[in-house]
């Protein structure tokens, strides 16, 4: 061999040698410890000892390595997504940030508490050596080399698979309970979830549950006109603490809407539709629908103002002609006593009518004579009865099916509940037997409460008469209405009248041509129709209709909600 390969040979052995030594200890002079601990839930934090053990080991780690342990971080939070989500993730960078002239050593557990996403493993990393922190982990160890760093990437990657297909189980198991009629996530207000010998975990009813039905009761029917207001009752009996109605608007909302307060089970998202469940509902079924039906109407979210006075009825219902702005009211001093005001409070500063007052008569009282001019015309009052017979029909078709499909559901339950009787008969132990008579106690009293909501034998015509004898009564007398009603059904009246809010001018006062009364928009049907047509004959097959049946519907829907006035004729 020629002498230059052999020396070529002796420094490439030597190369390989080298890298195949053992790397200097590092140096943990003048850096302190922190240590990183996490559960992936807080019962796991408040029930079990994961993390106390956790920060034990770390401690001692810390010990063997001569760094001091300065402070610990406590997560409860998921091990998935980014980890700027887990609170003491931020304290964490934040305590590092806020000390940038010490060096630390962030210890921890396990790999899996780190994260369990490839993705934010890599981005968590950057952000700790951008701050020049060294990371221990007991059950890995982390190595600044190409195999190093791929065995790191590849427990990351085993973690966030074992991560998704724990998911993917959970959600297995979650949709067949839905799909059994079983509320499998945490339990939703008003209830508890409770161990039940047949059904497993069951949502059962807590103590606000009776508070809560009384809100979703008295909203169907009208007596908590706005969620908002559904929202102060609730607050105001202490089932949500905070002061500020507006923040459970949206909450509300959403029990309202939910079929699970009925006893029914529904989950769209993993398209589980609806069914009956296993719970105890806090409302009948009816109630259900109509609170989804009251949703449903803009108009119920602006008929009234928690605000109310009764010495400015009309606050809420005008603006600004100009930008549509708020009107609000109040009172001042003068020398001849409290002068009465309703002001422009627009919020554009470049309004022409931004901050000017107007004379509470100067705007009630041609208010009243609108209410005059809006008087129904006789010959308009056929044409009423026609939209009535309209939307009952509509109406009555709705509460003929809501009926039959009751009756199936009781011959359903009482199919049930013999299935339930034989079996507890044939039941060997006492435990047994005595989980079947729970359950037939339960059909019993759903079949008992089916029935006791029947409409069989019930006279529909009597709500229809009222309710036309309501809307002919208002529409021919409104100013004689207004003036009997109080603040409340005022405001309530007032959308039944107009489509909106009136805009009032200091200069031409009320602009109606561009908002139709419910007078003037019978009227029209009346005046587009040759008088050789019969007003029964003006249904919702002509073309006229079509255009604003919706409308004319609203309107006649308005009279369901009860009411304190009587017919005005």
């Not at 934010?120 to 080399?145: G, P, Q, T, W």
């Not at 009309?314 to 002068?339: D, E, F, N, Q, W």
Request: net charge positive; hydrophobic share 35%.
């Amino acid at each position: 061999m020629p002498k230059n390969s052999a020396n070529k040979s002796k420094g490439i052995s030597k190369t390989v040698a080298d890298l195949l030594e053992p790397h200097e200890a590092p140096s943990y002079e003048g850096r302190e410890g922190l240590i990183y601990r996490r559960v992936s839930s807080k019962r796991q934090e408040t029930e079990g000892h994961g993390l106390e053990g956790q920060d034990t080991r770390c401690r001692n780690y810390l010990q063997t390595i001569n760094v001091p342990a300065t402070a610990t971080f406590a997560d409860s939070f998921t091990g998935g997504g980014d980890f700027m989500m887990r609170p003491a993730m931020r304290e964490l960078l934040g305590y590092i940030d806020a000390h940038p002239h010490k060096k630390f050593v962030v210890v921890f557990d396990d790999l899996k508490r780190f994260a369990r996403s490839v993705e934010f493993h890599i981005k968590l990393r950057a952000a700790f050596k951008a701050r020049d922190v060294m990371l221990h982990c007991l059950n890995f160890s982390f190595e600044d080399s190409p195999t190093g760093n791929f065995a790191e990437i590849v427990m990351a990657a085993h973690g966030e698979m074992e991560r998704l297909e724990n998911r993917r189980q959970v959600i297995q198991k979650q949709m067949a309970r839905l799909e059994k009629g079983y509320w499998p996530f945490t339990a939703l207000r008003g209830y508890e979830m409770v161990k039940d010998p047949v059904h497993g975990k069951i949502s059962k009813p807590n103590k606000g549950a009776r508070i809560l039905a009384e809100a979703l009761e008295a909203f169907s029917t009208g007596n908590l006109l706005r969620p908002i207001d559904a929202c102060q009752f609730l607050i105001d009996r202490g089932v949500w603490k905070r002061k500020s109605a507006a923040r459970y608007v949206d909450d509300f909302k959403a029990m309202a809407q939910s079929c699970f307060y009925c006893g029914d089970i529904e989950y769209l998202p993993w398209g589980v539709s609806r069914r009956p469940g296993h719970h105890e509902g806090i409302i009948s079924r009816e109630t259900y629908e109509l609170n989804r039906q009251r949703l449903d109407k803009p108009a119920s979210e602006k008929q009234i103002r928690k605000d109310l006075n009764p010495d400015f009825p009309l606050r809420g219902l005008i603006c600004c002609p100009a930008c549509g702005g708020h009107v609000t009211s109040g009172k001042s001093k003068g020398r001849h006593g409290r002068y009465a005001y309703y002001k422009y409070a627009c919020r554009n500063e470049s309004c022409e009518y931004r901050g000017k007052s107007i004379g509470k008569d100067e705007v009630e009282k041609p208010f009243k004579q609108l209410l005059r001019r809006s008087r129904l015309k006789p010959e308009t009052e056929k044409l009423i009865s026609a939209v009535f017979d309209a939307v009952w029909k509509e109406e009555v078709s709705d509460v003929e099916k809501q009926q039959a499909a009751m009756n199936r559901k009781a011959k359903a339950l009482g199919e049930t509940l013999e299935e339930l009787a034989l079996a507890g008969a044939k039941a060997k132990s006492e435990s047994a037997r005595s989980a079947y008579e729970k359950q037939m106690e339960k059909t019993s009293a759903e079949l008992e409460e089916i029935r006791s909501e029947s409409i069989a034998g019930i006279d529909l015509s009597v709500p229809y008469r009222t309710a036309l004898g309501k809307a002919v009564g208002l529409l021919k007398k409104p100013d004689i209405a207004w003036q009997k009603l109080d603040v409340a059904e005022q405001h309530r009246i007032f959308f039944f009248i107009f489509e909106r809010k009136l805009a009032y001018s200091t200069e031409n006062g009320y602009r109606t041509a561009d908002i139709p009364t419910a007078a003037m928009l019978f009227e029209e049907f009346v005046d587009t129709n040759t008088p050789s047509v019969d007003p029964t004959g003006v249904e919702p097959a002509s073309s006229n209709w079509q255009g604003r049946y919706p409308t004319v519907r609203r309107r006649a829907h308005f009279t369901r909600a009860p009411s304190t006035y009587q017919s005005y004729h």
